[in-house]
T-cell receptor
Framework: DQQVKQNSPSLSVQEGRISILNCDYT??????FLWYKKYPAEGPTFLIS?????DKNEDGRFTVFLNKSAKHLSLHIVPSQPGDSAVYFC???????????FGKGTSLLVTP | NAGVMQNPRHLVRRRGQEARLRCSPM?????VYWYRQLPEEGLKFMVY????????ESGMPKERFSAEFPKEGPSILRIQQVVRGDSAAYFC?????????????FGQGTRLTVV
């Protein structure tokens, strides 16, 4: 059962514009959410996270928004750069666990 | 994440052979997690180990798969009698003592191909 869902397999955005990547989850026990970035043939790299007690966390060009009532989070990248082209994974953690639950990923392509 | 070392990077095995995947955690990290990524899928948790202990192996297939993290040396994920469905990328992550999984850093993965 897929408890973390990323319904857009791919996204293409022009350089300089905003990229918005979406993620939905079903398990109400999740209380910590993370975004990972992954290049081909490399391991995931942690990007940004958010606790369920917050609704927004910002780090430079990256902002994550959490809507607990909708069980939805999104990652905003602005302005988008060609180097941001990668697969982005949404992951969730429950307060009683340590196993990250990953979505299937969204492949972002930022075109010049 | 360059600190977590996995080897080999690529491994080809024939059906029925054994695959051994190794993971050396970052210096000072005593917690290791193994994840598997099947084609077109996200990463799936397999097992969580601390030195000489398996803490949670709920994500491991019941047969043919085993993992260890000895007092000395790397963590080993072992797959016996591999089948084509075992072909995947296997990622290891590590975290420091008392660290939560949120502080885990991933290695570059081992890509297993079963022919």
């Amino acid at each position: 059962d897929q408890q973390v869902k990323q319904n857009s397999p791919s996204l293409s955005v022009q350089e300089g514009r905003i990229s918005i990547l979406n993620c939905d989850y079903t398990n109400s026990m999740f209380d910590y959410f993370l975004w990972y970035k992954k290049y081909p043939a490399e391991g995931p790299t942690f990007l940004i996270s958010i606790s369920s007690i917050k609704d927004k966390n910002e780090d430079g060009r990256f902002t994550v928004f959490l809507n607990k009532s909708a069980k939805h989070l999104s990652l905003h990248i602005v302005p988008s750069q060609p180097g941001d082209s990668a697969v982005y994974f949404c992951a969730a953690l429950s307060n009683s666990g340590y196993a990250l639950n990953f979505g299937k990923g969204t492949s972002l392509l930022v075109t010049p | 994440n360059a600190g977590v070392m996995q080897n080999p990077r690529h491994l080809v095995r024939r059906r029925g052979q054994e695959a051994r995947l190794r993971c050396s955690p970052m210096k000072g990290h005593s917690h290791v997690y193994w994840y598997r990524q099947l084609p077109e899928e996200g990463l799936k948790f397999m097992v969580y180990l601390q030195k000489e202990n398996i803490i949670d192996e709920s994500g491991m297939p019941k047969e043919r798969f085993s993992a260890e993290f000895p007092k000395e040396g790397p963590s080993i994920l072992r797959i016996q009698q591999v089948v084509r469905g075992d072909s995947a990328a296997y990622f290891c992550a590590s975290s420091p003592p008392l660290g939560m999984n949120t502080e885990a850093f991933f290695g570059q993965g081992t890509r297993l191909t079963v022919v």
